[in-house]
C-alpha cells in the first residue's frame, strides 16, 4: 500500500475518547465510510491482501465486518458468510462463546455456511484482543473449513490480538 492512500484513509478515522466505555479510545470507521474515495480505496486494499489466496468464502463478523465483507468478496469473487449475535439467523446455527471482560459472548453461524474444501478469511473492521476473530476461527473450523486468514481495516497493534489468533493477519492500517 502506498503511504499517500495510508494518509488518506487515517485522516478518515475519527478517535472518540472514552466510547462506548471510560478508557476506551473508540476508533470510529464513520468518516471513512462517508466518503466514496476513501471507502472504495479501503475495500480495494482489504481485499487485494488476499489475491492469490484462493479463497472461496469471506466470513464477515456482526456488525462492522458486514461493512466491509460483501465489497471484499466480490473483490475476490468469494462467497459471504456473515457470523452474527445469538438469534439472528434463521437456519439451524453453530454457536461459540468467547471471553469478554467481564462475562461472556457468542457467535452464530449457519451450519451450512461453509464446508471441507472451503477457504476462509475472516473480516471485521477492528483487530483490537482477537477474542471476537478467534471464536469466529473455531466456529469456521469446527465445519472442517480451513482458515486461510484474518483481514481487519485497523489493527490495535499494542493489544497484541495478532499473536493471539495465530493465523496470517492483513491489517491496513496499525494503531
Ligand atoms: P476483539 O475481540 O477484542 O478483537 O474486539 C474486536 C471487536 O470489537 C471488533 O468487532 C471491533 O469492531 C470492536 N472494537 C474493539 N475495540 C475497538 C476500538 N478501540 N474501536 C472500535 N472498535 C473496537
Redesign the pocket.
Known amino acids: 500500500m502506498t503511504s499517500s492512500l495510508e494518509g488518506r484513509l487515517r485522516a478518515r478515522i475519527r478517535d472518540?475518547p472514552d466510547?462506548p466505555r471510560p478508557g476506551?479510545?473508540?476508533?470510529?470507521?464513520t468518516p471513512l465510510l462517508g466518503d466514496p474515495d476513501a471507502l472504495r480505496e479501503a475495500c480495494g486494499a482489504m481485499a487485494d491482501a488476499w489475491r492469490g489466496a484462493r479463497v472461496t468464502h469471506v466470513v464477515a463478523?456482526?456488525?462492522?465486518?458486514f461493512l466491509f465483507g460483501g465489497a471484499v468478496a466480490i473483490g475476490l469473487g468469494a462467497g459471504l458468510v456473515p457470523v452474527r449475535k445469538p438469534g439472528k439467523l434463521p437456519y439451524h446455527c453453530s454457536r461459540e462463546e468467547?471471553a469478554l471482560e467481564y462475562g461472556t459472548d457468542a457467535l452464530e453461524m449457519h451450519s451450512d455456511a461453509v464446508a471441507a474444501g472451503a477457504r476462509v478469511v475472516i473480516i471485521?473492521?477492528?483487530?483490537?484482543?482477537?477474542?471476537?476473530?478467534?471464536?469466529t476461527r473455531r466456529l469456521v473450523e469446527r465445519h472442517g473449513a480451513e482458515v486461510v486468514g484474518c483481514g481487519f481495516l485497523?489493527e490495535?497493534g499494542f493489544?497484541n490480538?495478532r499473536q493471539?489468533l495465530g493465523t496470517r493477519v492483513e491489517s491496513v492500517l496499525t494503531y
Open positions: 472518540v466510547f476506551i479510545l473508540f476508533k470510529d470507521i463478523v456482526e456488525s462492522r465486518g468467547y471485521d473492521d477492528v483487530l483490537a484482543t482477537g477474542g471476537t476473530a478467534a471464536a485497523i490495535l493489544l490480538g493471539a
